[in-house]
Antibody, heavy 122, light 106 residues
Framework: QLQLQESGPRLVKPSETLSLTCTVSGGSISSSTHYWGWIRQPPGKGLEWIGSISYSGTTYYNLSLKSRVTISVDTSKNQISLRLSSVTAADTAVYFC??????????????WGQGTLVTVPS | SYELTQPPSVSVSPGQTASITCSGDKLGDKYACWYQQRPGQSPVLVIYQDFKRPSGIPERFSGSNSGNTATLTISGTQAMDEADYYCQTWDSRTEVFGGGTKLTVL
């Protein structure tokens, strides 16, 4: 059974960089048939897609966050990472990693991590 | 940018049919999927490619997508179906989520 687990600091100071890692177990991240994504959810609000990456490092990002976001992949560790710079209180959210199909017709996230709450104090 | 619109809330009596809509420009020309999210939990995929159910999802969950509207239908709604539901699609290399609908089973 594929499992995804987010990890990283739960508290980030304003203007600093948020860094999270998603470790995939029960399957290989080096699959050409899947992409891997980051999605966040502010407390009491809806889901917001941050960006996605393939095993080969092809990325695409939410345009509203693109200037601050970097997503990378480490196939040797079966991990994907998220960096979000210049954070503010508005970046406080539960951050999820998830697996997506690898083409336009499989535009759904079928496995999700449990999510991790990251707080940026105001 | 592309947008998906959902009603904030839908109410249904136990055993009845609940329908949750998701509207977007020519959404029927794209694939839509749906997630269920219970409080404090991660989203769970319940419908993909408009109407397909992942393994383990009860048959009472069904989906359709035509014109500008995708619809998630829950037949014989149970108390355990009370949750937030989100639609999602893909447009111009962007994943787009609807704002979510809170389903209340009265």
């Amino acid at each position: 059974q594929l499992q995804l687990q987010e990890s990283g600091p739960r508290l980030v100071k304003p203007s600093e960089t948020l860094s999270l890692t998603c470790t995939v177990s029960g399957g290989s991240i080096s699959s050409s048939t899947h992409y891997w994504g980051w999605i966040r959810q502010p407390p009491g609000k809806g889901l917001e897609w941050i960006g996605s990456i393939s095993y080969s490092g092809t990325t695409y990002y939410n345009l509203s966050l693109k200037s601050r976001v970097t997503i990378s992949v480490d196939t040797s560790k079966n991990q994907i990472s998220l960096r979000l710079s210049s954070v503010t209180a508005a970046d406080t959210a539960v951050y999820f990693c998830a697996r997506r199909g690898g083409d336009a017709t499989r535009n759904y996230f079928d496995y999700w991590g449990q999510g991790t709450l990251v707080t940026v104090p105001s | 940018s592309y947008e998906l619109t959902q009603p904030p809330s839908v109410s249904v009596s136990p055993g009845q049919t609940a329908s949750i809509t998701c509207s977007g420009d020519k959404l029927g020309d794209k694939y839509a999927c749906w997630y269920q999210q219970r409080p404090g939990q991660s989203p769970v995929l319940v419908i993909y490619q408009d109407f397909k159910r992942p393994s383990g999802i009860p048959e009472r969950f069904s989906g359709s997508n035509s014109g500008n509207t995708a619809t998630l239908t829950i037949s014989g709604t149970q108390a355990m179906d009370e949750a937030d539901y989100y639609c999602q699609t893909w447009d111009s290399r962007t994943e787009v989520f609807g704002g979510g609908t809170k389903l209340t089973v009265l």
